[in-house]
């Protein structure tokens, strides 16, 4: 079993950065994928950005992809989200998410993670 917390969000202005964390306790950390996830009001949650346990790449939808950066640190078992360039439309509830069975591209998908965290409001205004 795996705990993840998230941590970071806030209100930011269009243009701004934040850096969201995601502290993960329990189960060997290093051998689990990790991910973020968001969903705005009204919409289904949608893949942000996945890092393999292994750090062998890592992923990012379309519509982050150059304005943030997924990033862990296995002996702090955290990993965290960079992210900067902010726009209106980034603004949802932020999700951190964990694998132990997920590689590759198939760690895009929300049905690959067993484990998540409660969420943090990410609201970035115009």
């Known amino acids: 079993q795996v705990q993840l917390v998230e941590s970071g969000g806030g209100l930011v202005q269009a243009g701004g950065s934040l850096r969201l964390s995601c502290a993960a306790s329990?189960?060997?950390?290093?051998?689990?994928?990790m991910g973020w996830f968001r969903q705005a009001p009204g919409k289904e949650r949608e893949f942000v950005a996945a890092?393999?346990?292994?750090?062998?790449?890592?992923y990012y939808a379309d519509s982050v992809k150059g304005r943030f950066t997924i990033s862990r640190d296995n002996a702090k078992s955290t990993q965290y989200l960079q992210m900067n360039s902010l726009e209106p439309d980034d603004t949802a509830v932020y999700y951190c998410?964990?694998?132990?069975?997920?590689?590759?591209?198939?760690?895009?998908?929300?049905?690959?993670?067993?484990?998540w965290g409660q969420g943090t409001q990410v609201t970035v205004s115009s």
């Open positions: 329990g189960r060997t950390f290093s051998t689990v994928a």
């Open positions: 998410a964990g694998s132990r069975y997920c590689s590759g591209y198939g760690c895009r998908r929300s049905g690959a993670y067993e484990y």
């Open positions: 890092i393999p346990w292994n750090v062998g790449g890592t």
